[in-house]
Antibody, heavy 117, light 107 residues
Framework: EVQLVQSGAEVKKPGESLKISCKTSGYSFTNYWIAWVRQMPGKGLEWMGIIYPDDSDTRYGPSFQGQVTISADKSISTAYLQWSSLKASDSAMYYC??????????WGQGTLVTVSS | DIQMTQSPSSLSASVGDRLTITCRASQGIDNYLTWYQQKPGKVPKVLIY???TLQSGVPSRFSGSGSGTDFTLTISSLQPEDVATYYCQKYNSAPWTFGQGTKVEIK
């Protein structure tokens, strides 16, 4: 069974750094893209970016380029999303997701990030 | 980048009604379009991919059509469990942009 298990909820202060994870299992990690999707409270889905773990080819959405870093560790089949300096506006639910036949057919359970002073 | 515009942003209908949600791409995307359903507090779920292919396990009252720039999601007979927000998403090339969503409620 394909599974994406995300790290737990985080509460951070503005200016702090953060790295959240998405541990995968049940398939060949290096053969599928993995994406990150943001959902701010009460708002829609936003495509942040995507990585191909085999060669770390990474693409970012225009609103997220330079704001976050997506990475992957092939040795432990895990993808990451990180911030170097959080802002209050980064407060959101973050999902990792894996493409299937079309779009994302497998999703992590989500990681809630709260940034507040 | 290609923009995805959904309409309407919300709608209220009665059980048994036929609903149509539209999604327009600012440039042609062939049939590289997925429709998702997201219920409150839940992870999105694929309903339709490749514009018109029903995902395994999805009820047949859901259908999709379109190609190029104009797409539709149809619910042939609205059920109480269909209360959710529906999103389209392009996936022909990065960025895989989502539409802004359509919230469906029961009247």
């Amino acid at each position: 069974e394909v599974q994406l298990v995300q790290s737990g909820a985080e509460v951070k202060k503005p200016g702090e750094s953060l790295k959240i994870s998405c541990k995968t299992s049940g398939y060949s990690f290096t053969n599928y893209w993995i994406a990150w999707v943001r959902q701010m409270p009460g708002k829609g889905l936003e495509w942040m970016g995507i990585i191909y773990p085999d060669d770390s080819d990474t693409r970012y959405g225009p609103s997220f380029q330079g704001q976050v870093t997506i990475s992957a560790d092939k040795s432990i089949s895990t993808a990451y999303l990180q911030w170097s300096s959080l802002k209050a506006s980064d407060s959101a639910m973050y999902y990792c997701a894996r493409p299937g036949l079309g779009g994302f057919d497998t999703w992590g359970q989500g990681t809630l990030v709260t940034v507040s002073s | 980048d290609i923009q995805m515009t959904q309409s309407p942003s919300s709608l209220s209908a009665s059980v048994g009604d036929r609903l149509t949600i539209t999604c327009r791409a600012s440039q042609g995307i062939d049939n590289y379009l997925t429709w998702y359903q997201q219920k409150p507090g839940k992870v999105p779920k694929v309903l339709i991919y490749a514009a018109s292919t029903l995902q395994s396990g999805v009820p047949s009252r859901f259908s999709g059509s379109g190609s190029g720039t104009d797409f539709t999601l149809t619910i042939s007979s609205l059920q109480p469990e269909d209360v959710a927000t529906y999103y389209c998403q392009k996936y022909n090339s990065a960025p895989w942009t989502f539409g802004q969503g359509t919230k469906v409620e029961i009247k």
